[in-house]
């Protein structure tokens, strides 16, 4: 591997005097990175770093043999504290959103909360409301209006306003409240044009136990459709629709293929072994290494141990700007929602302190266009919003997983942290906490932070599309 020599004068924030760095010093910063990415403690950048006279040089040595030894890296305590990250307020509809929870039972308030200000509490309301409030006939009729008045055309929202959710989030509440008002209004959304509309009916139907409606959704032709469908059909019948879940191992979705290959684990069909089998090599031929769920549900489809995964070869390089960034470097990404999903913006800084190789990468990927019309699937509004890649799904992600970089930013509100699946399985999906989630700590990176537009990632609705990712100046 060969590094280009560059100079680099951007002070690292240790607490130590900022002193130019020579080409050589940054090449050896570099080397010193991929050591640490490669979990190589043997690689004598190491050793060279733990030796050099600047401060810098010495204590990413000292963190890289950290990350090294320790896959959780709990000795980063004894690591110098970084910058926190800015402290933002909540919003005031949060308080209201949290408090629902303690009356999930109280019919008059989720009735109340049904017409709240905020379209977060409404659709609170909805996932809260349960068999208990059968008998609330406003609250039922206002789940029968927001279904009712799905427009054909679901695909936009206004900025502030919403599209498809509330129908989708009420069919699954009638389908707890009002079963009989759900039935037909299920089979009427499981045709809708908006994909997300129909995952929301197989949800239903799920809670309707409406078999019917599941194999017809399971062969929808959008794989997160197929997804949601089987792993409800699959729960009511078993192995009864077998062949439903074979013809749906030939999706081209990760998702798709890994519910239907998890629905068929245990089978006793020689048929679905056989091309359980035969797709466990597809798979491993595409050597993208976050679909490593989708090949091991293979593997146990076909009888065989999860061991038996092929994983594609760990690619390690130095990407642009990572000595930079590891520095101290103040980069920063403007992410622009696209007019369908209300528009607006917001602004995140790269944390090349704590995660120079993760933020560095997510860089190259946001200059490539790689997060352009990627989707927020997941929203959980007293959680965090993530999403931002291709697939829409938590089982679609980057070719190439991204290295853990645990460090001493916590989880606050407005820091933005990596997605995996497992320790070093990071598939350059983002996820922003919309409060403090400091259990994360131990688990996930932090590589960003919002410093700009709290309001607009607040505001976030599931199915939300980024229009573009691009670089700012700081300030």
């Known amino acids: 591997m060969r590094f280009l020599p560059i100079v680099v004068t951007v002070p690292m924030v240790l607490g130590a005097q900022a002193a130019p760095l020579t080409s050589a010093d940054s090449a050896l910063i570099g080397r010193i ?24 040089v010495r204590a990413m040595a ?60 409404r659709l609170r309301a909805a996932d809260l409301a349960g068999a ?13 209006r927001w279904v009712d008045a799905l427009p054909r055309d679901a695909s936009r929202r206004a900025n502030g306003g919403v599209s498809w959710h509330l129908a989708a989030h009420a069919v699954v509440a009638l389908a707890r409240v009002r079963p009989d008002e759900a039935r037909v209004r299920v089979a009427a959304l499981s045709r809708h044009g908006q994909w997300q509309v129909r995952m929301y009916a197989a949800r239903a139907a799920a809670v309707l136990g409406d078999t019917v409606q599941l194999r017809a959704l399971a062969r929808d032709a959008d794989d997160n459709v197929k997804e949601a469908a089987i792993d409800a059909l699959s729960k009511l019948t078993g192995h009864v629709d077998d062949s439903i879940y074979l013809a749906a191992l030939s999706a081209s979705g990760a998702q798709a293929v890994r519910a239907a290959a998890v629905a068929l684990k245990g089978s006793t069909r020689m048929d679905v072994r ?42 390690v390089e130095l990407p642009p700007r990572t ?23 917001f602004v995140v800084r790269l944390r090349g302190d704590v995660a120079p190789m993760m933020s560095a990468r997510v860089l190259a990927l946001a200059m490539s266009g790689y997060y352009n ?25 980057y070719k190439d997983y991204l290295r853990d970089e645990l460090g001493t930013v916590s989880h606050g509100r407005g820091t933005v942290g990596m997605s995996t699946r497992g320790h070093d399985t990071g598939d350059a999906q983002w996820f922003v906490n919309l409060k403090d989630n400091l259990r994360l700590n131990p688990t996930y990176t932090v590589f960003a932070e919002v410093t700009e537009g709290i309001d ?20």
């Open 456 to 475: 607009v990632v607040d505001g976030m609705l599931e199915g939300d599309v980024i229009a573009r990712i691009e670089e700012v100046r700081a300030g």
């Open 132 to 144: 208990s409030c059968t008998p609330d006939d406003s609250l039922a009729k206002t789940f029968m």
């Open 323 to 345: 000595v930079a960034l590891a520095l101290g470097a103040d980069v920063r990404l403007r992410v622009t929602l696209s007019d369908a999903s209300g528009g607006g913006s």
């Open 33 to 56: 990175l991929v050591a640490e990415d490669r979990r190589d403690s043997a690689d004598v950048a190491l050793a060279a770093g733990d030796k050099h006279t600047d401060v810098r």
């Open 274 to 315: 056989v091309a359980a089998e035969v797709l466990f090599e597809r798979w491993s031929l595409r050597a993208i290494a976050s679909e490593r769920d989708v090949r091991v549900a293979l593997l146990e489809a076909a009888g065989r141990p999860a061991t038996s995964d092929r994983a594609p070869p760990a690619r």
């Open 373 to 397: 019309n990627g989707n927020w699937h997941r929203v959980e509004p007293d959680f965090v919003i993530q999403g931002a890649g291709p697939g829409t799904n938590e089982y679609v992600g």
């Open 62 to 121: 000292m963190r890289a043999r950290g990350r090294i030894r320790d896959p959780k890296f709990a000795a980063r305590d004894s690591m110098p504290a970084l910058s926190a990250p800015k402290v933002w307020p909540e919003p005031a509809w949060r308080i209201r959103y949290r408090g629902l929870a303690a009356q999930r039972n109280d019919c008059a308030a989720l009735r109340a909360a049904a017409t709240d200000s905020s379209w977060q509490v």
